[in-house]
Nanobody, 124 residues
Framework: QVQLVESGGGLVQAGGSLRLSCAAS????????MGWFRQAPGKERECVGA????????YYGDSVKGRFTISRDNAKNTVYLQMNSLKPEDTAVYYC?????????????????WGQGTQVTVSS
């Protein structure tokens, strides 16, 4: 199994930036596509970004495209989410997840492993 631990969340003013990190255990990190999801109260879990095993394929949700960047460092077993130009609507718990199939997917149901989540709050 893979254990995932998110960090980097916090409180930030609108227009500011945060960088989330997700550290993965195990030797097989490079075998997993990774995704970042968020969930706000009363809303469904939403994929904001995903990245393929080697990092060559990325996906971004329409609401964050141009503002967020997903990346990974397989040597460090870590995936990142750089969030710029943050808006109050970005407020949510952010989760990283791992999927051991090829390519990238956006459905939460297809991901095998999940972190505990980290809170991101964007104030006006």
């Amino acid at each position: 199994q893979v254990q995932l631990v998110e960090s980097g969340g916090g409180l930030v003013q609108a227009g500011g930036s945060l960088r989330l990190s997700c550290a993965a255990s195990g030797r097989t990190f490079s075998s997993y596509a990774m995704g970042w999801f968020r969930q706000a109260p009363g809303k469904e879990r939403e994929c904001v970004g995903a990245i393929s095993r080697g990092g060559s394929i990325t996906y971004y949700g329409d609401s964050v495209k141009g503002r967020f960047t997903i990346s990974r460092d397989n040597a460090k077993n870590t995936v990142y989410l750089q969030m710029n130009s943050l808006k109050p609507e970005d407020t949510a718990v952010y989760y990283c997840a791992a999927d051991d199939v090829a390519g990238v997917t956006t459905s939460p149901a297809l991901y095998d492993y999940w972190g505990q989540g980290t809170q991101v709050t964007v104030s006006s």
